[in-house]
Nanobody, 114 residues
Framework: QVQLVESGGGLVQPGGSLRLSCAASGIIFKFYDMAWYRQTPGEQRELVATITSGGSTSYADSVKGRFTISRDNAKNSVYLQMNSLKPEDTAVYYC????????WGQGTQVTVTS
């Protein structure tokens, strides 16, 4: 019954922008800390950005100044605005929610190439 569903991934040129969305259901969303991770084949999953239930944010150094995480509790959703995209941002992006349990979405592919 619990679901986190990512959307918004796709193919974009370097310097372009994408906005990822993660829609949650089956949880009391306002209590959850949320995060975005990314993973490239053969590499460890990397924490990209976090936003707490209180709205505090943090970012990986590699995306600081380019990415923005936000949430809309009324829509049970968390977002990742990605600007000035680079080829090294190419990865599968995953949404995570944490409270007394951890939940993961299925991932959405982001490809940055010319």
């Amino acid at each position: 019954q619990v679901q986190l569903v990512e959307s918004g991934g796709g193919l974009v040129q370097p310097g372009g922008s994408l906005r990822l969305s993660c829609a949650a259901s089956g949880i009391i969303f306002k209590f959850y800390d949320m995060a975005w991770y990314r993973q490239t084949p053969g590499e460890q999953r990397e924490l990209v950005a976090t936003i707490t239930s209180g709205g505090s944010t943090s970012y990986a150094d590699s995306v600081k100044g380019r990415f923005t995480i936000s949430r809309d509790n009324a829509k049970n959703s968390v977002y990742l605005q990605m600007n000035s995209l680079k080829p090294e941002d190419t990865a599968v992006y995953y949404c995570e929610g944490s409270y007394f349990h951890l939940y993961w979405g299925q991932g959405t592919q982001v490809t940055v190439t010319s």
